[in-house]
């Protein structure tokens, strides 16, 4: 059974760090890109990070560019999403997904499996 599962989360003052990360079981790393994708209230779920299956190739959306770094360890078959600098406007549901995909562009419907998302709250 493929299964995601986020941690990591919580409440951060604006400036702080967390460090996001998505334990992956029932399935190898080595053949799945992994997406961060982050959902405020009364907004759509928007792209976040990604990094391809070798590790090799990483995309970041605008907003969080030299602010949030994606890494991979496939041996603990696990991704993290470090974000620093955090800002009240990157509180969000974050959750992480699995697709058989390229990192050009970070949508949704391009990744099969996803987690159950954890919360991420910048605020003083």
């Known amino acids: 059974q493929l299964q995601l599962v986020e941690s990591g989360g919580g409440l951060v003052q604006p400036g702080g760090s967390l460090r996001l990360s998505c334990a992956v079981s029932g399935f190898t790393l080595d053949y799945y890109a992994i997406g961060w994708f982050r959902q405020a209230p009364g907004k759509e779920r928007e792209g976040v990070s990604c990094i391809s299956s070798s590790g090799g190739s990483t995309k970041y959306a605008d907003s969080v560019k030299g602010r949030f770094t994606i890494s991979r360890d496939n041996d603990k078959n696990t991704v993290y999403l470090q974000m620093n600098s955090l800002k009240p406007e990157d509180t969000a549901v974050y959750y992480c997904?699995?697709?058989?995909?390229?990192?050009?562009?970070?949508?949704?419907?391009?990744?099969?499996?996803w987690g159950q998302g954890t919360q991420v709250t910048v605020s003083s």
């Open positions: 997904a699995a697709g058989r995909v390229g990192c050009g562009v970070v949508v949704p419907w391009k990744y099969d499996y």
